[in-house]
């Protein structure tokens, strides 16, 4: 995946991402279903508010960690992003929350 120009999103920048091999649609589809992170995902494209605990806690370590960071985790355009603040020069940003699956091809 190569990154273009960035989003403006109203205060956050999103890196626009050139999907080789992936659609927005697959990338949703890929997000809801990682058997990591997938529970978390789907509970956040549904709601704002955090919902309790006893809802993931089932769920792996990995769905856990992301649970924990809730308030972090913002939806744009059908994708869960993690909201990353400003430090020093940089601006605040959005990071994709990328699955397990796609996560080699990011790296």
Do not use: C, F
């Not at 659609?23 to 529970?39: L, N």
């Not at 400003?86 to 994709?96: F, H, I, N, T, V």
């Amino acid at each position: 995946m190569a990154r273009d120009s960035s989003i403006d999103t109203g205060g956050a920048t999103v890196p626009k991402v050139t999907e080789a091999n992936e659609t927005a649609t697959e990338m949703t589809v890929k997000q809801k279903t990682d058997p990591e992170i997938g529970a978390v995902i789907q509970l956040r494209l549904q709601q704002e508010e955090r919902p309790p605990i006893t809802e993931i806690m089932t769920e792996s370590g990995a769905a856990k960690a992301l649970y924990s960071q809730w308030e972090l985790l913002q939806v744009r355009d059908g994708h869960v992003y993690w909201r990353l603040p400003a430090k020093g020069e940089r601006p605040e940003y959005l990071q994709l929350v990328v699955p397990a699956e796609l996560q080699k091809d990011l790296m």
